[in-house]
């Protein structure tokens, strides 16, 4: 999948967000190693997205919106990721990757039940992830994931400084 930069090309600055975005969510920045949470930004029933420290240059992966039985969820969601994305700033390089695209790369695994992915992710990261906090939730599993699926596009991709 290729990525999108919002605004015009930027140089890549080494920083690299996962976010698991939605009403509830989170959103964590990796360091250049890949397994360094440098930030980790969680949210709860907020009708809009929070503002996350993005800088231009950065890697952003944004898991592409799930659209299940409920259209009026679907419809925040997409309301939430357009604000969301709305409000980056220009240079950001930015990937919509589904969540079959991003457990393929990160987990090797692509299909999996939500349950499973959601206990596979907390699993990894607790295994794996340095600096997330002491307890946390799914969505920053997730969100670390797919930051580490924004690292590993970046090394593929991009040049890095």
């Not at 457990?103 to 794996?128: F, G, I, N």
Request: charged share 25%.
């Amino acid at each position: 999948m290729g990525g999108v930069v919002v605004g015009g090309g930027a140089v890549v600055t080494g920083r690299f967000w996962g976010i698991d975005g939605g009403q509830t969510g989170a959103a964590v920045r990796l360091d250049d190693d890949g397994l360094t949470a440098l930030d980790c930004i969680e949210w709860r029933r907020q009708k809009n997205p929070p503002r996350l420290p993005i800088e231009p240059g950065d890697v952003v992966a944004l898991e592409a919106a799930y659209v299940g039985e409920n259209p009026d969820s679907a419809l925040k969601l997409q309301l939430w990721r357009g604000i969301l994305i709305g409000g980056l700033p220009e240079g950001v390089h930015l990937l919509q990757p589904l969540a079959t695209a991003w457990r393929a790369k990160v987990l090797r695994r692509p299909r999996m039940r939500r349950e499973l992915a959601k206990e596979t992710a907390m699993s990894m990261a607790q295994r794996h992830a340095i600096g997330l906090p002491a307890e946390y939730e799914d969505h920053t599993a997730e969100a670390w994931l797919i930051a580490r699926y924004a690292w590993g596009w970046a090394r593929t991709h991009l040049k890095t400084r």
